[in-house]
């Protein structure tokens, strides 16, 4: 399985997501900082579960119509930071999809996720974080893959084994994934999971956007449960 998950900059980068799509060959995309109002139904053969409409530049997913059945997605509001509060940019930062893997009967969620700025704590960040695995968990299914922007650059090895202590693997891509600012340069964008296997997060060449894109390649966990019988399945 093969997902990339992209900040575009205030939708400066979207022209290229028809490339990345066809490029990498890839089966689901997450997006972020994207304008909602102005994208497409697809995107090559992807196509767009759904996207937020709390606010303008939001969370989106597209995924693969020929490999997954999707059955649901729900957006969510996170623990506002006081940047959320001043200006609010970003009333849902968490956007989920649970699908059905045709291909292996799977039954996995995979949402994109947008953190709050680098002006909000790191501990913020966590609970947003924490938060966001128990929203997914309510959808169901038992395996999840959430990408984003996780605003994270600094103490890793710490959100690496909360994870880990809270049932989570999280991966960082090969290389740094922002560096519009010398203090900030960093991995901003990378994956959490559970039940699957991360065989690598590529960062992508830079394109318009001050994020880079990431490519992750995942295969299901020995003991990832098959897909029991969901409800009637949505388009999204």
């Known amino acids: 399985m093969r997902v990339i998950s992209y900040n575009l900059r205030k939708h400066k980068a979207s022209g290229e997501l028809v490339d990345l799509a066809r490029d990498f060959e890839i089966d689901a995309l997450c997006l972020q900082e994207c304008d909602t109002a102005d994208l497409p139904e697809t995107i090559g053969n992807l196509h767009l579960a759904d996207a937020t409409k709390g606010n303008r530049l939001g969370l989106a997913i597209y995924y693969r119509m020929d490999r997954f059945t999707a059955y649901e997605t729900k957006t969510f509001a996170l623990k506002k930071s006081l940047h959320d509060r001043v200006l609010s940019p970003a009333h849902e930062r968490l956007i989920g ?86 203090v900030f340069k960093g991995h901003f964008d ?40 969901p409800a009637s399945p949505t388009a999204g």
């Open 190 to 229: 990378f994956a959490t999971s559970q039940g699957l296997e991360i065989e690598n997060v590529e960062t992508l060449p830079r394109g318009a956007s001050d994020h880079l894109p990431i490519l992750i390649s995942a295969e299901y966990g020995q003991d990832a449960p098959a897909a029991e019988d």
């Open 97 to 182: 999809t649970r699908v059905i893997d045709k291909e292996t009967d799977h039954d996995l969620v995979i949402a994109s996720f947008h953190a709050a700025p680098l002006t909000a704590s790191n501990s913020l960040r966590r609970n947003q974080i924490h938060a966001a695995h128990a929203e997914l968990l309510s959808m169901g299914g038992g395996l999840s893959l959430m990408v984003g922007d996780f605003n994270y650059p600094f103490f890793t090895k710490y959100l690496t084994a909360q994870m880990k202590d809270a049932g989570y693997d999280l991966t960082l891509s090969d290389r740094r994934t922002y560096t519009r600012y010398k």
